[in-house]
């Protein structure tokens, strides 16, 4: 495979202003007639030059060029490319070819899941239909007529609105769909099958109506509500927001089961994998809940970010992610707990993010080469893209920010664009200069920012002294500085925040506030300060960097208390943690005797008996940083030692804090088996409350606790608290409950696929010796398949991606297991393949053992044979 540089662009040379496609769906291949209205592109220069269709895995029958049949002497054709010659300005061509969905395992172009039909084409799937130019800014309007057996296939679905329909001869029907909205090919979408549907109705801001469908296989009808709720909040907060109205008469979301991610955002037709759409409480836990609420609002979101402003390249794919996403969390917000939501996705990004970004194949959210672009849909282009969104939203304040992106698109709506035309139509609606901030979207690699302070007392002066620097990443040795948006409070003796006045400001200018740091080295000096602060810094976690300050325990215990910034008050006690657990880790790694600091048990306590304190924030306050995040942080990560540390301060702070644990559990258990479940934030709360605490007492082995977890599991109403309950015995030394509940959540959904995967991964994930051996027995189970992504995630994922004690294994046998799996769905499914490597990739983060046996493995898998470009790519930069 040969790298694809973004410096390369140049515009198509030919443009299809309509597209026509006709399918007719069999048992054992699929024929697609195309017939495409073209012409030469006038921004792209003088003559006629050859035109160079993509298509792959394509059988061609007939090619015409307006309606000349072509003879092979007249076209080339490699199995990526058709390549023939135009002869005038405008013309028309039609070919006819026929393709395998029933046997594509890759889950992209046209394929067959349980029975169905479907599609998923982003980035590059629609060449394998038909020959087309299958690039994102060649945008075309698109109609769709298919054919298929009425009885197995009896709803026909593609994107815009239908059009015409009707009966065969041979039980065989057809429809006809029309979209009338330019778009490039990566949005198209057909269905064919046995679906039922919810019908529900939304009226526009301007009062339009649309329907809205949301289309299942019939056994999950009774489990669609919750999305239905969840598209019409987020269409709503769409217009409320963003001023954005839906633009056509029928919105539809089909569930399919074997899908490579979460969610596409064809247009008017979004496909989803099933997990990201049903919900209800008996086999969805809240975590499910809230990720169909998000992913629903991600696709829907994409109609104005994504499809009616596209892109013009895939290297600006975060142009369109990086904002769906930050529009989807600023949802999240909107819906449940702002503070909540926030810390849950700083931890993320904190575990997952930046160690890509430390990592072989760390890159710019806008990357500037790739080979394979399916490995570009990253948390860098997503989720760091969507920090860069915020950083933006903070330097300029939501009004700007708002005027900014109604100019974007009013400006480039129909448009394929850039992610520098988003930055200028911000700078141009705000008068902000955002020519240095636009490092971001260049520079690859976390910034670090050191902080450090002096006190003038006989001044009254506080000056903070800052230095950044970015850590050279492939291909970027050196780096230039970002703008850095730093929000920060100063807090007194009392926690009071002190008015901020910066010297050379003539009074305080509020007492949080955001200041800009854009060089390697800068100060800040506060006046009238009249006595030595405790800063509270990043506050909200301002910019996606890794701040240091040299703070003490017992300043983060005060910090804890009194921040008045609640994510704040809970990075204070992370911290806090982090400090306490790192100095275990060094106990455990020179044999001594391992002693909590009883400031961790405190700080807890005071958490755990504050009433008044929103019991989700309890809860993730509660909450230990985990192995991923102590393993980021770390130089040289010790699996052994970051377990054995982490376990102990949860084993001592479940008997120091029994008492305050119980009594939250006890009352918040009796108000949810007195409760019918409803997925909204305080019942969220109250569950993640209960269940971390029936986490931490279950460590105490005492009988008390073993009955609660039984009672919890068979006598709840629910999946939050039945897969908790599962989840700690099968954690637990209780091998007879452990073995009868797992039996029997068995027994009771081994129908239901995704409430299997579910229990496949609390397997997984179990940290108790013999780790692999279990997961391998669980790849033999009826329930299991290497076909479905879903599985192979819940399993393999689980097992490589949260249980780090036994997958980093010393023998090598995680490293080994893991490989091998890779190279099975190397031939089968490549972006999983590919996606399931991500382990492998950061082997630097180990010991020179380690190190060895997981080279050696990727060694392995470069020599297996024939690679798919998903594959090669990510194994070839990890070993560079
Ligand atoms: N745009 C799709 C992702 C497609 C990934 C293709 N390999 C889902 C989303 O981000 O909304
Ligand atoms: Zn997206």
Redesign the pocket.
């Given at each position: 495979p040969k790298m694809i540089y973004l410096k390369d662009y140049q515009v198509p040379d030919y443009l299809i202003d309509e597209t026509h496609l006709t399918f007719e769906l069999f048992e054992d291949h699929t024929l697609v007639h195309a017939q495409l209205v073209m012409r030469r592109n006038p921004d792209a220069g003088a003559g006629l030059p050859a035109l160079v269709l993509d298509g792959q895995q394509l059988e061609l029958l007939e090619l015409k060029l307006d309606d000349r049949v072509l003879g092979a002497a007249d076209y080339q054709l490699t199995d990526s490319h058709l390549t023939l010659q135009p002869t005038q300005e405008q013309f028309v061509i039609d070919s006819s070819v026929r393709i395998h969905p029933e046997s594509n395992t890759a889950l992209e172009g046209l394929y067959k899941s349980s029975g169905m039909f479907c599609t998923q084409c982003?980035?590059e799937g629609f060449r394998k239909i038909t020959y087309y130019l299958d690039r994102p800014d060649v945008m075309s309007t698109f109609t769709t007529t298919l054919s298929a057996e009425q009885h197995r296939y009896p709803v026909l679905l593609s994107n815009g609105n239908p059009i015409a329909s009707g009966s065969e001869e041979g039980g065989r029907h057809w429809a006809t769909w029309e979209d009338p909205f330019k778009k490039p090919a990566y949005l198209f979408a057909l269905v064919a099958g046995d679906l039922w549907c919810v019908e529900d109705r939304f009226t526009t801001m301007s009062a339009r109506e649309v329907t809205l469908r949301i289309y299942v296989e019939p056994e999950n009808i009774d489990k669609v509500q919750h999305a239905m709720d969840s598209l019409k909040k987020s269409m709503k907060w769409d217009e409320e927001v963003y001023g954005r109205e839906y633009d056509l008469d029928i919105f539809m979301i089909v569930a399919v089961n074997d899908f490579?991610?979460?969610?596409?955002?064809n247009k008017g037709l979004n496909i989803f994998n099933s997990s990201c759409v049903l919900a209800k409480a008996e086999t969805a836990t809240d975590a499910a809940h809230q990720r169909v609420e998000a992913v629903v609002a991600?696709?829907y979101f994409?109609n104005w970010s994504g499809n009616r402003v596209t892109c013009r390249d895939w290297f600006q794919l975060s142009l369109k992610?990086g904002f769906?996403v930050f529009r989807d969390a600023e949802f999240s917000a909107d819906m449940n707990s702002r503070t909540v939501k926030r810390i849950e996705d700083v931890a993320y990004l904190r575990t997952h993010q930046f160690a890509e970004d430390a990592g072989p194949m760390a890159h710019p959210v806008r990357p500037d080469s790739f080979m394979e672009i399916?490995n570009f849909?990253t948390l860098t282009v997503y989720e760091k893209g969507s920090e860069v969104l915020r950083m933006i939203h903070t330097l300029l304040g939501p009004q700007l920010f708002r005027k900014g992106s109604d100019l974007y698109f009013a400006r480039h709506d129909g448009q394929a664009v850039t992610c520098d035309d988003f930055i200028k139509a911000m700078e141009d609606a705000s008068g902000v200069d955002l020519t240095q901030f636009k490092r971001w979207y260049s520079q690859a690699g976390t910034p670090r920012l050191e902080v450090s302070e002096s006190y003038d007392a006989a001044a009254n002066t506080y000056r903070l002294q800052l230095r950044q620097s970015c850590p050279a990443t492939p291909g970027q040795a050196e780096k230039l500085p970002f703008v850095i948006p730093l929000e920060l409070a100063l807090l007194d003796a009392q926690g009071r925040e002190l008015p901020l006045q910066l010297v050379g400001e003539d009074k305080p200018v509020g007492t949080s506030r955001v200041l800009q740091v854009t060089q390697a080295e800068q100060a800040f000096t506060f006046v009238n300060i009249a006595e030595q602060p405790l800063p509270s810094l990043l506050r909200g976690f301002s910019a996606p960097v890794k701040l240091s300050f040299p703070y003490s325990r017992d300043q983060l215990m005060f910090l804890m208390q009194h921040d008045s910034d609640g994510f704040n008050r809970w990075e204070a006690g992370q911290q806090l943690a982090v400090q306490v657990l790192q100095e275990l880790i060094g106990q455990h790694q020179r044999g001594e005797l391992l002693v909590l600091d009883p400031r961790l048990v405190a700080a807890l306590r005071s958490v755990l008996e504050n009433d008044s304190l929103d019991q989700a924030m309890v809860a993730e306050m509660l909450s230990l940083p985990g192995e991923g995040y102590l393993t980021e942080i770390s130089d040289v990560a010790d699996v052994d030692a970051i377990h054995a540390a982490r376990e102990f301060a949860r084993a001592q702070l479940a008997e120091a804090l029994f008492e305050p644990l119980w009594a939250r559990y006890q009352a918040n258990r009796e108000v949810s088996r007195n409760t019918p479940y409803v997925a909204e934030s305080a019942h969220f709360a109250r569950r993640s409350l209960q269940n971390i605490a029936l986490s931490y007492l279950m460590l105490t082995g005492k009988p008390q606790v073993l009955a609660a977890a039984l009672e919890q599991y068979e006598a709840c109403d629910n999946m939050t608290e039945r897969l908790t309950a599962l989840a700690v015995l099968v954690n637990s030394p209780f091998e007879a409950e452990k073995a009868e509940a797992l039996k029997a959540f068995a027994e009771h959904f081994k129908d239901n696929a995704l409430v299997m995967d579910q229990w496949f991964s609390v397997q997984a994930a179990c940290t108790l010796p013999g780790g692999l051996a279990r997961v391998q027995a669980l790849m033999q189970h009826p329930a299991f398949t290497m076909k479905n992504p879903n599985k192979v995630r819940a399993l393999i994922g689980a097992f490589a991606g949260q249980n780090l004690v036994n997958f980093h294994a010393a023998d090598g046998s995680g490293y080994r297991f893991l490989a091998d799996q890779v190279i099975s769905l190397n031939a089968t499914n490549p972006?999983i393949a590919s996606r399931q490597l991500g382990p492998l990739t950061r082997w630097r983060k180990y010991d020179a053992s380690r190190q060895a046996l997981m080279r050696a493995e990727l060694e392995r898998i470069l020599a297996s044979g024939e690679l798919s470009s998903d594959v090669f790519e990510v194994v070839s930069k990890s070993l560079a």
């Open positions: 982003e980035a490579n991610m979460g969610a596409m955002e991600h696709e994409h992610e769906t399916s849909y972006q």
